[in-house]
């Protein structure tokens, strides 16, 4: 009899050791190096430009790719600084499309440039806000969301692809009156509406106030 329980102890060991085995490789396989992973801290791309705010493995490699070229031909592209970049994306052709803050944007690429190492070309958009000043502006809403009165916000993201802040908040009825206090809150005029894209959002779950918050 204690001969049976032990080899079903045995057994029941071995069956634990591979399942932890095989537990083990599969956290393995689903976890990603740590510079795939989205980073807070202060990024230093070139001695003009650091990034203290979140950045993706694919922005972080644009923008390296981009200052590596800069440092090349200084002339003939921008220079980026933390007071000029808008962010970036990738467009529906492919590019990857790095923003930069110009006193008077257009809606056309001002550049197209081929980096040289078979990955997607970049392409240059003059846009009105920087992404420091959008991050600002978040934070400052932050302050106070999700509640404004009575009204909710209950999405709050920034938008690098229309250079703007996502603002969606619970049922409305005069989303001119959150506007005009949803400015007034933020001390900023009529002149900003562009930087915000508000919207009634149709989201039901509410467990993401926490992202709204900052808490």
């Known amino acids: 009899m204690n001969r049976k329980y032990a080899c079903r102890v045995a057994l029941s060991m071995l069956v ?7 537990v083990d490789a599969l956290v393995d396989h689903m976890t990603d190096p ?27 490699y644009v923008l390296e790719r981009y200052a590596e070229l800069t440092e090349e031909a200084a002339a003939d592209h921008v220079i980026l600084t933390d007071e000029n970049y808008g962010g970036m994306y990738y467009d529906d052709d492919g590019y990857a499309v790095i923003c930069v803050k110009t006193d008077s944007p257009s809606d056309t690429y001002a550049d197209i440039i081929d980096v040289g190492d078979g990955m997607n070309q970049i392409a240059i958009r003059e846009v009105k806000y920087s992404r420091a000043e959008l991050d600002a502006v978040r934070e400052d809403i932050r302050g106070f969301a999700p509640h404004l009165g009575d009204y909710l916000i209950i999405e709050l993201r920034i938008r690098d692809t229309e250079n703007k802040i996502q603002v969606g908040i619970d049922e409305c009825e005069d989303i001119e009156h959150f506007t005009e206090l949803f400015l007034a809150e933020l001390g900023l005029d009529d002149s ?24």
């Open 192 to 215: 900003a509406r562009d930087m915000f894209d508000i919207f009634i959002s149709d989201l039901n779950d509410l467990s993401y106030l926490t992202a709204v918050s900052g808490s």
């Open 34 to 60: 740590p510079e795939k992973f989205d980073s807070t801290e202060t990024i230093s791309l070139t001695e003009e430009i650091t990034m203290p705010w979140r950045m993706g493995a694919d922005e972080k």
């Open 16 to 22: 634990l050791t591979a399942a932890i085995v095989a």
